[in-house]
């Protein structure tokens, strides 16, 4: 059985006090809920306070990136994972279209980032998707094909034991627009089979893949109710507590 996990991707927004305040709220509205694992990725300035305010609770806290680099060092502007997990945070997404697109992020510095969350004993939610040009000239599994080849090369089956797959349409992605369920489940489906060619059908059928894109209160459960979906990774219906905590309770 995949835990289903729902993850919130706060993006660029929020003081420290809102991120504070919005995850205290969070907590209080999810305090009951078992059923699935629940994740927030302030900004990094937040991460200590948010961490510190939600720790014993049932709500993890994630990083929105790290570096490739494993050691510090001369890197200006750049954040280790170990001191991600000094902040108290347990997970960083890695890979994210925004950051493909608007900051060279490519399979293999995803790669790198992937080591180096490991490494440093947190888990990875690793994203990938196609665009919209890809979508429609037929591209879109060659696409995440090769964003799981890159990203995952060289894992072992313990490294795949701490990371989650999001696959998330770059079509989907802020604009009001969610691939179906149909079209989620195909994807999500195809990603399971590439996983257990790479690594094994274990790994596959265990490995949790959530599906990101537009997700709000009104259509969680219909693309919870497929079979590969095991959870969402929300943007901008995670910045409210209340929309994100029906989102958390959609059963
Ligand atoms: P969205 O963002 O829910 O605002 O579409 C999802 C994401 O980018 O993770």
Redesign the pocket.
Known sequence: MRKPVIAG?WKMHKFVGDSVDTAVDLKRSVSGATHCEIIVAPVFTALKSVADRLEGSNVSVSAQDCSTEVDHGARTGEICADMIADSGAKYVIVG???RRQFNGETDQSVNAKIRAVLQHGLRAIVCVGEDLRQRESGDAERVVAEQLAGGLAGLTLADMERIIIAY?PVW????GKTATPEQAQEMHAFIRRRIAGSHSRECADSTRILY????KPGNISDLMDREDIDGA?????SLDAESFASIVNYK
């Open positions: 991707n994210h279209s925004e998330e989907a992605i802020g604009t990101g894109g537009s997700v990774l929300v943007g901008g219906a």
